[in-house]
């Protein structure tokens, strides 16, 4: 019964022992959380309001705004970024992003993945150990992997920067972004975005509707060729700020359950070693008066 008392015993101390660094990872991803909320939450009104205005040029200029990124070519190359975090125990954060992105490739690119045609940007090291092993009919594009230990504009819009030169030089037809979307601490869901060519905003059912009307100041396609560019950055830029704060905010959920999983586990072992406590003290006792008994027949 002591063997068991004292495993008991050990069993508590782990328990302890990792709800203290539960405990220690939620509070690290609280303050995290914080500041990647705030970035995503003062970017995201901004890069959606752009977007949709760059939707909405393209849309109704009926083929007077040129410019590359809005031009919808046969899908013969393809490339799938996938952005995912650089560590785990953040629950079923990364594998639903990684999910998304395989359900795009399996439906969207079967064709261009039967082909050899297929590219994979890895954002993280999750993605990339996932896709590395088992996709290896692919091109990987592994000198972004890391990029999370930085987020700015500048160091982010090198690897939008180069997507747009491949996509502009026909290196890529389309290109998708698979990444966790923001909403709150306790709730996250992956998207698959195609982010070139840009989507254009299906016409109104309505005839009536009215077409909008934009002036350009000094000439439509200058104004476009600076602008378009700047706008698929700041919007690379949201899809990274988006996962970033669904990452910590799933990590934050992830580790408070866990710590209260490691109490509840905690009452069920202190009942279980009070209870084989209380039936060693029975023991010894009834040896003892067994014993006594023993020697008052003698």
């Known amino acids: 019964m002591s063997g ?25 991803s609280a303050a995290k959380f914080r500041r990647a909320q705030q970035a995503i939450v003062q970017l995201r009104p901004y890069a959606d309001k752009l977007n949709r205005m760059l939707r909405n040029i393209l849309s109704n200029m009926d ?17 799938v970024v996938v952005v995912t975090s650089n560590r785990g125990l953040c629950g079923a954060f990364n594998s639903n992003v990684i999910k998304g992105a395989v359900r795009t490739i399996n439906e969207e690119l079967a064709d261009v993945r039967s082909k050899g045609n ?18 290896t009919d692919c091109t990987f594009i592994n000198d972004y992997v890391d990029i999370f230990s930085d987020l700015s504009f500048d160091n982010v819009a090198q690897v939008s920067r180069r997507l747009m030169d491949a996509f502009e030089q026909k290196e890529f037809d ?9 909403r709150n601490a ?12 840009v989507l254009k905003i299906e016409a109104e059912a309505d005839s009536s509707k009215m077409r909008a009307d934009y002036i350009f100041e000094p000439d439509m396609n200058g104004l476009l060729n600076y602008l ?14 988006d996962t970033q704060a669904s990452e910590h905010g799933a990590r934050m959920t ?26 060693a003290i029975t023991k010894e006792i009834l040896e003892i008066v067994g014993g006594a008994a023993a020697l008052e027949s003698a």
């Not at 083929?63 to 490339?79: H, I, L, N, S, Y």
């Not at 389309?174 to 923001?182: L, W």
């Not at 378009?228 to 700020?241: C, E, G, K, Y």
Request: proline content about 3%; overall charge positive; glycine content about 4%.
């Open 118 to 135: 297929l590219s994979i940007l890895c954002i993280g090291k999750r993605g990339y150990d996932f896709f590395r092993k088992r996709y």
């Open 254 to 279: 992830a580790m408070d359950k866990a710590t209260d999983n490691a109490e509840d586990l905690l009452k069920e072992l202190r009942i279980n070693y009070n209870k084989a406590r209380q039936e």
């Open 63 to 79: 083929g007077e705004a040129d410019t590359v990124f809005g031009q919808d070519r046969p899908v013969e190359k393809a490339c």
């Open 174 to 182: 389309r290109i998708y972004v698979a990444f966790g979307h923001f």
């Open 228 to 241: 378009v560019p700047s706008i698929l950055q700041t919007t690379f830029h949201r899809f990274l700020l």
């Open 4 to 28: 068991s008392l004292k495993q008991v015993r050990e069993r508590i101390r782990s328990v302890q022992s990792t709800q203290q660094i539960t405990k220690a990872m939620k509070v690290v």
């Open 186 to 197: 306790a709730t996250q869901f992956p998207v698959v975005e195609q982010w070139l060519p």
